[in-house]
């Protein structure tokens, strides 16, 4: 097998910006594909490590600099303006017969939506961290979500020419925050300087073979029995053969050194990627199937991202999309060394851009879900939202519809229309300015955000019942509807029954019992979408008492409307409670600091349940109000002087504390 330092090992393509075209088939079936994900920190070095990485691959001539906006896949306007990343990118290089498709992912938390949307279509992953910072937060939050999916992870320590630079410190801080299954293949010499050098791994020398066969021999039983019962000599090949099995299963983690701005141990990953992560050879013959995990527009068209990961899909293929939709693909264009390339097919294993799944959305699989795939979890929704005003009431309308495109794009935004206004839904303040970049700068519409705040739910405060009958003043429509609305138990949702008589329904209409019932459900969607105080109802049992129709009448729409006019003033009756999201957390930070970590969050009303402060690292957890989130994560990088990590997840509502709570 050539080297990738060797001249024959890397294909060179000089086609970098332009798309090349390629009218004919794509690869051949014994082609191997490695699908990796470069994600860190903010600031790690990520972006560039992928140019080095594309340079070292031969795809792109000169390595790109973050600074000047001339990287490969920073290819938005905002994003070389704020140098760093907003959306998943991908770039290919080929080494021997291997095609890598590199997918480099946003490393803000505010993009953490963006990152696990592109975790899924990943074989393995190269986590970068800075030699200088170490383990920082969003290090460890990636590191979860890659071992939650199952995706074999490389460690990557950039910057090791930069001073500062404490490549046994970073080591350290890995095995007690991240992973102690760690494989360090070589050291660095003179790091913190200019000259720092990433030396390999020498896996001839005796003394170094015995660290690795001892690292080794922790996870595999049979390696252990042989070096230690049998006393057989564990050679090189075998080591290598061990930790690729044991890296591809993610039982242990190589760890490699280098500096993306001079290249050092840039050629040494691109080595260890290929012969460690699993590289699959796809199935053409299987059935089509792929996911979708990027939505963008492009000359007012919606193109999909997709990964395929079975059979082939083609030009003209008329295929189904989650399972109850359909389109057809009317162009195909595959990620190739150099470029994309428009080809007829996209095949098992490819990164394709597709047009003409006009009804697509993240998450979609086109055609049939392959079973060996990790399932991602779902994807938080965004837990604030804020209004989107025009500065020039006039332009009002085109915001609207520059929104509708972006939450097109975006789904997890969550477009309401309001008079004079827009609300949308957001994961922090990042994200607002980028989108509000984004509008100034692709849409020409200048804007402001107001009254931005946690997103509350409503429940049933009491019971109220309420009735319109055939023939009451104001009533146009034939049908008599009787409900009562009533508090359910936290965290049940919506829950409808029907105790009217099975005679007094319309079941000419909805055929059965069950099929009115579950009509009445989709039905109930508008009026508890907006309760009395502005937010949706939830945690309600809303039960039917009473029901009634003349033949021929009625039609379910006079169904439908008349439940929403019953159902909105039971619901006053009832009254409701505001309640505000609660988050569970974990916060981590150095034994030492623990006195101002504490008292952090009883400044922002935590309520801590449990803390342990073993050896340097104290583990604090406990419930905090989700509005009061962003604000102890910021004052954390203060009270644990940049040691501290905080992970949150939603755990339930709460009655809110104060009279507000009411939505617009």
Partial sequence: MNRPNSPASVRHDTTTAATATAATAGPVASARRLNLGVVAHVDAGKTSLTEALLHAGGAIERVGRVDDGTTQTDTLSLERQRGITIRSAVAAFAIDDVTVNLVDTPGHPDFIAEVDRSLVVLDGAVLVLSAVEGVQAQTIVLYRALRRLGIPVIFFVNKIDRTGAAPERVLEGIRNRLSAALVPLGHVCNPGTAAAEAAPCAWEDPVESERLTEL?????????????????????????????????????????????????????????????????????????????????????????????????????????????????????????????????????????????????????????????????????????????????????????????????????????????????????????????????????????????????????????????????????????????????????????????????????????????????LEYLHDPLAVGPHGWRVTDARITVTDSGYQPPAPQAAEVRRTTGLVVRQALRRAGTTVCEPIDRFALEAPTEDLSPVLALLARHGAVPDFHQAAGPLAVITGTLRKAEVNAVRGGLHGAARGEGVLDSTHDHYQPVRTTGGRRE
């Fill in 216 to 520: 080794l021999a922790d996870h595999d039983e049979q390696l252990l029995e042989d070096w230690l019962v049998r006393d057989r000599p564990i050679g090189p090949r075998r080591l290598r053969a061990a930790l690729g099995v044991l890296t591809r299963a993610a039982g242990v983690h190589p760890v490699l050194f280098g500096s993306a701005r001079t290249g050092a141990g840039v050629r040494a990953l691109i080595e260890s990627v290929t012969e460690l992560l699993p590289v699959a050879v796809g199935d053409d013959d299987a059935p089509a199937a792929a996911q979708v995990f990027k939505v963008e527009r492009a000359g007012g068209q919606r193109v999909c991202t997709v990964r395929m990961r079975a059979g082939t899909l083609g030009v003209r293929d008329r295929v189904s999309l989650g399972g109850d939709r359909s389109a057809t693909v009317t162009a195909l264009e595959v990620f190739k060394p150099g470029g994309v390339m428009m080809c007829d097919r996209a095949t098992a294993g490819e990164i394709a851009r597709v047009r003409g799944l006009d009804s697509a959305r993240i998450g979609d699989w086109i055609g049939c879900r392959t079973s060996a795939t990790a399932a991602a979890a779902a994807l938080p929704a965004p837990g604030f939202e804020t209004r989107v005003v025009a500065h020039d009431p006039s332009r009002q309308g085109e915001l609207h519809r520059a929104l509708s495109e972006l939450a097109d794009v975006d789904p997890l935004i969550g477009l309401r229309p309001e008079r004079g206004a827009a609300r949308i839904r957001i994961y922090g303040e990042v994200q607002q300015e980028v989108l509000a970049d984004t509008l100034e700068v692709e849409y020409g519409i200048d804007v402001d955000f107001r009254d931005t705040g946690v997103v509350c739910i409503e429940r049933p405060s009491g019971t109220g019942s309420a009735a319109l009958r055939m023939g009451d003043p104001g009533h146009p429509y034939h049908y008599t509807l009787a409900v009562t609305v009533e508090p359910a138990a936290p965290g049940t949702g919506v829950e409808l029954v029907v105790a009217a008589d099975r005679s007094t329904l319309p079941l000419h209409v909805y055929g059965n019992v069950e099929g009115y019932r579950v009509a009445l």
